[in-house]
């Protein structure tokens, strides 16, 4: 079956714009992450789905960076008045229950480059 | 903070030779998985084992887990080529909140 996948696959912005990045979970898979990963280093979680709502969006920078899943299933990560630091593969998984229990499916990533 | 530390950080090994990854963490899990990524893209999961459990196989892969020393292992035996790639471990302290990475061990098989 289609396994999780994200658009754009690179994306190349200027400072200050804002940006959207999606993620096609596995259909029906309940939990989904979202993570940032900086070269050279582990991916660094930002927000945790389980179905519609965040369970925890703790890892979140700021208040430039959310995140929405309204049906449950298609997610989407908004980045408004991008930085340069925001640069990285920013990549989501879904897994079928909760992610700490359940293997987590991840997606190719997207790249984002802030100029 | 990250939750997982790996080490090392980085290991070079010849094809057939046995590898082995070590992971360190701070506080309480309920479990810890390992994957492995390529390319800086895409992480495959490998082996998820439970804080009850103390050793898990898969195939060439062998995970040991010592909760009491906060460590878990990951051993590839008679590794090839194709095993070259980043390998994380990950642990969770919540049911799936705040899923932890660390920052990975970059493993290098010779031909």
């Known amino acids: 079956g289609a396994g999780v996948s994200q658009t754009p696959s690179n994306k190349v912005t200027e400072k200050g714009k804002y940006v959207e990045l999606r993620c096609d979970p596995i259909s029906g898979h309940t939990a989904l992450y979202w993570y940032r990963q900086s070269l050279g280093q582990g991916p660094e979680f930002l927000i945790y789905?389980?179905?519609?709502?965040?369970?925890?969006d703790s890892g979140l920078p700021n208040d430039r960076f959310f995140a929405v899943r309204p049906e449950g299933s298609v997610s989407t990560l908004k980045i408004q008045r991008t930085e340069r630091g925001d640069s990285a593969v920013y990549l989501c998984?879904?897994?079928?229950?909760?992610?700490?229990?359940?293997?987590?499916?991840f997606g190719p990533g997207t790249r984002l480059t802030v100029l | 903070s990250q939750q997982g530390e790996e080490d090392p950080q980085a290991l070079s090994i010849q094809e057939g030779e046995n590898a082995t990854m070590n992971c360190s963490y701070k506080t309480s899990i309920n479990n810890l998985q390992w994957y492995r990524q390529n390319s800086g893209r895409g992480l495959v999961h490998l082996i998820l084992i439970r804080s009850n459990e103390r050793e898990k196989h898969s195939g060439r892969l062998r995970v040991t887990l010592d909760t009491s020393k906060k460590s878990s292992s990951l051993l590839i035996t008679a590794s090839r080529a194709a095993d070259t790639a980043s390998y994380f471990c990950?642990?969770?302290?919540?049911?799936?909140?705040?899923?932890?990475f660390g920052p990975g061990t970059r493993l290098s098989v010779l031909p």
């Open positions: 789905f389980q179905g519609t709502g965040a369970a925890d």
């Open positions: 990950a642990t969770d302290r919540n049911y799936g909140q705040n899923f932890v």
């Open positions: 998984a879904s897994s079928l229950l909760r992610g700490g229990t359940d293997t987590q499916y």
